[in-house]
């Protein structure tokens, strides 16, 4: 891991080797409209209760009380990533056909980031981070949790009195619509229609190992998600609604559309780019999971680092929904969120995310951008959650592990 | 002798256990091995206890009342091995022992010779046959075989069962309808064979299916043991007799008659379960069509013909013999499921029909009894066409003044409908072992609630049964996993019935109210 981390200095130069200049000055131009403040924060600071001010803004509000009271860590130098070659080419090659349609649907999208210029001005910016957010790169297929040692997304949920338990799942991703990498691009035959597919499956403990889910979303904006469960103890598939969207998935603190800070179609919600700001975060994450306090969701010798963001403001089109707003905070290159907020119906505030990145190498050598540990905080109730979902990506996954077939063959600790 | 092989085999698993722990020292066994165990080799399992003690009052025969029905001690040991890329190996133990109903059949084969108990009236495993062992090998891509002892369920209900028959149901294990009591892999027998599933077209998760289970080692099924006394979860189980009485006056007129039932099991591999299905999905709608050919499916279909009388004992008595009928049995099988987004709600439903599924049948009333022969089925036996569906929903919703905590806590509803149609009815069809009628169409619906509370450390779970012939059951039950440890698990679980009627629905349970405490740790 150390050398991971020392290494990921020199991959930062090496990204240029790989022919990626046209993209960065895309990206480098849209840094320079930005009218962010000026950080006054300095590589080796330290940042606690006694100049709490300095980051105020930078975090978000639930972690700035908890530097007040007395949490603190050091600054460090921030650290750039860029997408693999091919996701560049394809933005290149399809960004230029696409556009939105009369609902904020997406049209015209094949591959790469649907919009590469955000004019801030522009009244459909919000709209467009969104789907930005929506395809930012994330291999053509993954495994969520091949980075831990044990190879699986590791979970702790924590209660107000520092209680925990925790949970290991791995997860399967598949985008066989939009591939940039991997055998037949941009799409597999037959799955036009489908964006993404997803495979959970649970390991630990043992009670819960075997249990899957298989996760269907589709292009069409219209329709909801396919859901289909495995339940061990019943040695079935079941098939659920996915659209109680805000169902707490317990004993965590998030919600179906919380997971990655936000899954929600794109096209049920509606937004508004607020601007672009500076935002502490770490992309060099030095430990997996990272180092923390028994019952404390916070990193103890993590440090941070400053980054550029855009802000975006998610509101529900459906006025029922759980969560009347939603702000990320997402990263003006990998379009990765680094913040998350949420507000309930009353207009409090409830939960609070935030997530650490590291380096991944792909296979071909190229080296990128992934999840390290993050975590989740209700504010309101005081339970939070930390998870490690450090990923493998592009794995050359068959669509046909994308089944309910699969599910049917899962034992007893989840092997497939 | 058999204590002796237990503790050896123990010994073998905890040498297996230890290897695949961390180890500080180099390996016995060499580094490749050492390497194999910790690579490819995981260990888990559970040890669980479960006591039991009856509510009910019993009635004036067999008191049951606050009598402890059930102290079980059960550890499963369990292995995934990664033999390969394609190839993966899960095998697991089970073994259980109940002491106090070893002691309780040794003394009611003594002290009731003359009501022939059986011998499988306590539930014990101590076998070395491994519980589970199923070998998955993925030749291609789109095929995918397991080999091995295994558990198959298909179908979509919850709680009572409609194709979930490949794997018989152990009567003797649990009480009936108690589905919050055990998992489905702790109250079906697992049998032998192999499941082969070819993805034909993975997008549309369209899949081929085919199973075949000889049954060579299972001549012997605990359904067809339990059943018609059911073992200790028989309804009355000191009142097994009344079967003979359906056909005292009709045969001789002596006023008593004593049963001689035989039971034509299978011999070893004569067992063949088949069956094959489709599954795809058009659009929303997810289905499968398939055929099951089994033997003896479920022991509430089980069937007694009469072959024959012969002078009793005594002057006034009579032997009827009874031949218990095991016929195979066709099952042309459906299930479907489907989001309804509206209603925030998944319909599921399955489908079985049986073709000339064979019943009791009697004419009523007899000669001064309930039941006697019947003029144009003399062997008491008639073969009709059924139909048995169910159609039900699962939802997840909010109640939010019931959840003050997390108020997106989602309440979990489940309700289905079950329905039996018996085509071209004959009056006088009646289960196997009463007078009770049964009728051409018979129904019951379950529903089942469940939650999770404080970070889902208490988890309460509800399941209902209800026949409209006036016969309820409750099975309610509440889990608590503590904060600060995952692996272990404190449930208590009831199973009440009401309805009383010894030989109908689950009114014939009405004695077996129970209450059970449950306590697991996970490995």
């Known amino acids: 891991m150390e050398s991971t981390v020392r290494n990921q200095r020199s991959i930062n130069s090496r990204g240029n080797i790989y022919g990626l200049l046209g993209y960065l000055v895309l990206f480098f131009s849209l840094s320079l409209q930005s009218n962010a403040a000026e950080v006054d924060l300095k590589p080796g600071d330290t940042v606690g209760p006694q100049n709490w001010e300095r980051v105020k803004g930078l975090v978000g509000e639930n972690l700035l009380n908890r530097i007040k009271q007395g949490y603190t860590f050091q600054i460090k130098p921030p650290t750039t990533y860029q997408p693999p070659r091919e996701y560049v080419e394809a933005t290149k090659k399809y960004a230029g056909g696409v556009r939105l349609g009369a609902d904020g649907e997406l049209l015209n999208h094949f591959g790469g980031l649907p919009f590469p210029e955000v004019d801030p001005r522009d009244p459909q910016a919000g709209q467009k981070v969104a789907w930005n957010y929506y395809w930012r790169w994330r291999g053509d297929d993954y495994k969520a949790g091949g980075g831990t040692e044990i190879g699986q997304v590791i979970r702790y949920a924590i209660e107000k009195d520092g209680s925990e338990r925790r949970a290991d799942f791995v997860s399967y991703f598949l985008f066989p619509r939009t591939r940039v990498t991997l055998g037949l691009k941009p799409v597999i035959p037959g799955y036009e229609h489908i964006d993404s597919i997803q495979l959970r499956i649970d390991h630990y403990p043992r009670d819960t190992s075997g249990t899957a889910t298989l996760e269907i979303r589709y292009a069409d904006p219209n329709r909801p998600d396919d859901l289909y469960l495995y339940i061990p103890t019943l040695r079935r598939i079941r098939r659920a609604s996915t659209t109680q969207r805000c169902l707490t998935l317990a004993p965590s603190e998030f919600n179906l559309d919380d997971i990655n800070f936000f899954s929600g179609k794109i096209t049920d919600f509606n937004y508004r780019l607020l601007g672009e700001k500076k935002a502490l975060t770490n992309y060099t994450q030095e430990n997996v999971p990272y180092n923390r306090r028994q019952g404390d969701y916070l990193p103890v010798d993590e440090k941070w680092e400053v980054q550029n963001v855009y802000v975006l403001e998610i509101t529900p089109k459906d006025p029922s929904y759980c969560t009347p707003k939603k702000i990320l905070w997402i990263d003006k290159v990998a379009w990765e969120t680094t913040w998350g907020m949420t507000w309930d119906r009353k207009g409090e505030y409830w939960k609070e995310m935030a997530l650490f990145r590291m380096p991944a190498k792909l296979p071909d050598g190229q080296v990128v951008w992934q999840e390290g540990t993050g975590y989740i905080v209700n504010v309101q109730n005081g339970r939070s959650s930390v998870l490690t979902t450090t990923r493998l990506y592009n794995q050359d996954l068959s669509p046909s592990l994308f089944t309910l077939a699969t599910m049917l063959r899962i034992m007893r600790g989840g092997t497939i | ?523």
């Open chain 2, 1 to 523: 002798m058999r204590f002796r092989r237990m503790i050896s085999f123990l010994d073998n698993l905890l040498i297996i256990f230890l290897m695949t722990a961390p180890a500080q020292a180099s390996s016995i066994l060499g580094e490749e091995w050492e390497k194999f165990f910790k690579e490819r080799v995981t260990f888990a399992g559970f040890i669980e206890n479960t006591t039991g003690l009856s509510v009910a009052a019993g009635d004036r025969k067999f008191t049951t009342g606050n009598r402890f029905i059930m102290n079980r001690f059960t550890i499963q040991p369990e292995f995934n091995i990664d033999l390969a890329e394609s190839a993966k190996l899960f095998i697991s133990w089970r073994f259980v022992k109940e002491p106090r109903y070893n002691s309780e059949a040794r003394n009611r084969r003594r002290n009731s010779p003359s009501l022939h108990p059986l011998d499988n009236t306590f539930y014990d495993e101590d076998s070395f046959k491994p519980w589970e062992l199923a070998l998955d090998v993925v030749p291609t891509d789109q095929l995918s075989l397991r080999f091995g002892r295994q558990f198959i369920s298909w179908g979509e209900t919850d709680g009572l069962r409609l194709l979930d028959v490949i794997n018989p149901q152990d009567g003797t294990f649990a009480p009936p309808a108690a589905a919050n009591l055990f998992n489905l892999d702790e109250t079906r027998v697992p049998l032998w064979g192999m499941r082969a599933i070819y993805k034909l077209f993975p997008a549309s998760n369209t899949a081929l299916e085919f199973i075949a289970m000889p049954g060579y080692d299972e001549a012997k099924k605990r359904v067809d043991e339990s059943a018609p006394t059911a073992g200790r979860w028989a309804p009355h189980p000191e009142t097994r007799m009344p079967l003979g009485r359906l056909f005292t006056d009709g045969l001789t007129g002596r006023p008593t008659i004593i049963p001689s039932i035989t039971r034509n099991l299978p011999d070893a591999g004569d067992n063949w379960r088949l069956g094959g299905r489709i599954v795809h999905t058009i659009g929303k709608l997810n289905f499968g069509i398939g055929y099951l050919y089994l033997y003896n499916p479920q022991s509430a279909d089980l069937v007694f013909k009469l072959t024959g009388t012969s002078p009793g004992s005594t002057a006034t008595s009579t032997r009827a013999y009874l031949k218990l009928v095991n016929d195979r049995t066709s099952i042309y099988a459906a299930h479907f499921n489907y989001p309804v987004e509206e209603l925030k709600t998944a319909l599921k439903g399955e489908v079985a029909f049986y073709p000339s599924k064979p019943y009791n049948i009697s004419q009523y009333p007899g000669n001064g009894y309930q039941a006697g022969p019947h003029p144009r089925h003399p062997d008491g036996t008639v073969e009709k066409n059924i139909l048995r569906y169910s159609i039900g929903l699962d939802q997840s919703t909010f109640i939010s003044f019931l959840h003050p905590d997390d108020p997106w806590r989602e309440f979990r509803l489940s309700f289905q409908l079950f329905q039996s149609i018996i085509f071209d009815y004959e009056d006088g069809i009646r289960v196997f072992a009463a007078a009770e009628k049964i009728k051409q169409v018979s129904n019951s619906l379950t529903f089942r609630v469940s939650t999770g509370y404080l970070g889902d450390t208490i988890l309460p779970d509800i399941f209902l049964g209800y026949d409209p012939e006036g016969y309820w059951m409750a099975n309610p039950a509440v889990s608590y996993i503590p904060p600060w440890n995952e692996k272990m698990r404190l449930s208590i679980i009831t199973a009440i019935y009401w309805g009383r009627n010894q030989f109908k629905s689950f009114g014939s349970f009405d004695e077996k109210d129970s209450i059970f405490l449950k306590m697991r740790y996970q490995f």
